[in-house]
């Protein structure tokens, strides 16, 4: 044992130690969730579950209000998504293409609305909603949920058009085509993978927002996150794991589904600024 550990030298023990430690610090978490979640009885300070058990997976599953959460949640999260896209892919390619005077400042605007406590930001907007009529309606939801996914929208597609080279869209003006057919045959295939990589942070966003849903929807819109909130509060802590699990599988699958668009890559020019 000794003589291996010396083969492999000081620099690759340590580089294998910081590796355990961060695997540990980051499944760590959602191990316990897992476990919680499926857990019949867990009393400090025994380590593992002493008993498994679904019985708060069918105490949940069974809730009329938690079911139509759900699919409330997925409507939103589609609709926002949607309605996201046909507003700001254009703006992105505006961005990536016009120069026109402070563009940089209009696409930096779009950070202040996560650099505000969200709460604060939420109350404001709300009193304008109360004088438009949009309080405790699908489309005030749809629109503070649009509040958040800006962002994601504008600079991920913009940098995404931008790193398109115009000398391929000339060429093909060259051969004939028309500004139309440049777009939709050569700009947007090749920004495709931002804009895609742009709506999942859109939808996940959309699908996990609780604040503003619960100030501006409540009573009568209550999405997977706001049910959640009464649920941890109401009842034990396995419950709260096992709503956090079935919140947390379509992130899951969602990535996985399109992780081949998902790259360090794409999320690293998309928050440049340039």
């Not at 005077?101 to 304008?128: E, N, Q």
């Not at 003006?173 to 777009?183: E, H, K, L, S």
């Not at 947390?248 to 440049?272: C, E, H, W, Y």
Request: include cysteine; hydrophobic fraction near 55%; charge should be positive.
């Amino acid at each position: 044992m000794n003589w291996y550990l010396r083969s492999l030298g000081t620099r690759k023990i340590v580089e294998f130690i910081v590796l355990v430690v961060f695997v540990i610090f980051f499944l760590g978490p959602l191990t316990n969730l897992l476990l919680l979640a499926v857990s019949g009885k867990w009393q400090y300070p025994a380590p593992l579950p002493q008993s498994l058990s679904l019985e708060w997976w069918k105490f949940v599953l069974t809730q009329d209000d938690v079911l139509s959460s759900i699919s409330l949640s997925f409507l939103i999260a589609i609709t926002v998504t949607v309605c996201s896209i046909i507003v700001c892919v254009p703006a992105a390619y505006a961005f990536a293409r016009i120069s026109f005077p402070l563009s940089k400042w209009f696409l930096f605007s779009f950070l202040l609305t996560h650099a505000f406590p969200k709460m604060g930001l939420y109350v404001s907007i709300a009193v304008l909603f109360y004088q438009f009529g949009l309080m405790n309606t699908f489309a005030g939801i749809v629109l503070i949920h649009m509040v958040n996914t800006l962002m994601y929208m504008t600079w991920i597609p913009s940098s995404a058009f931008r790193s398109v080279h115009r000398a391929q869209e000339e060429s093909a003006r060259d051969a004939g085509a028309g500004p139309f057919r440049v777009f939709w045959k050569i700009t947007f295939p090749m920004a495709l993978p931002g804009i895609v990589v742009a709506s999942i942070f859109t939808f996940l966003a959309s699908l996990d927002e609780a604040q503003g849903t619960l100030l501006v929807g409540t009573p009568d819109y209550k999405t997977m996150p706001v049910i959640m909130y009464s649920i941890i509060a109401d009842y034990p802590s396995t419950t709260g794991a096992v709503f956090s699990v079935i919140l947390t599988l379509p992130t899951i699958i969602l990535l996985l589904a399109a992780k081949r668009f998902v790259s360090a890559d794409v999320l690293a020019g998309g928050f440049q600024v340039k």
